[in-house]
């Protein structure tokens, strides 16, 4: 009879080690994502209960997510031309000419990335 009150005893154990692994794996994805400061930390911890309740792979992106460093992504801002409706003749030919001159700019500094770029293709 002393065995019975033993076995509880061990099972009792058995189970609270594996409620406590449990909680524990349930949330490293998610601590390992905010101590890396992920933006989505949160998505993250959800992923990986979810993926966890689900029988595990879900999980496994959910810790491969963590991990993973977010691509940034930032939008410029629309450039809006001169409106040529409210300019003289004047103004109109001197954005012209700059234009221009950019534009030969862009040109020059194209040909010399492009010479670079075949000055080392030769190299190798």
């Known amino acids: 009879m002393n065995w019975d009150y033993f076995t509880f ?17 349930g949330d490293l ?44 992504i930032t939008v410029s801002p629309k450039l809006e031309p001169p409106n040529s409706d409210d300019m003289g003749a004047q103004e109109l030919k001197a954005e012209i000419t700059s234009l221009r001159g950019r534009l030969a700019e862009l040109e020059h500094r194209l040909e010399a990335k492009t010479q670079q770029d075949a000055n080392q293709g030769d190299a190798s």
């Open 29 to 72: 994805p998610g601590k390992v994502a905010k101590k890396r400061g992920h933006p989505q930390a949160d998505a993250i911890n959800v992923c990986s209960w979810i993926g966890l309740a689900a029988g595990g792979v879900g999980w496994v992106v959910a810790l491969v997510w963590a991990y993973t460093r977010p691509v940034g």
């Open 9 to 25: 005893f061990i099972m009792g154990v058995i189970f609270l080690l594996v409620v406590f692994l449990l909680f524990f794996f």
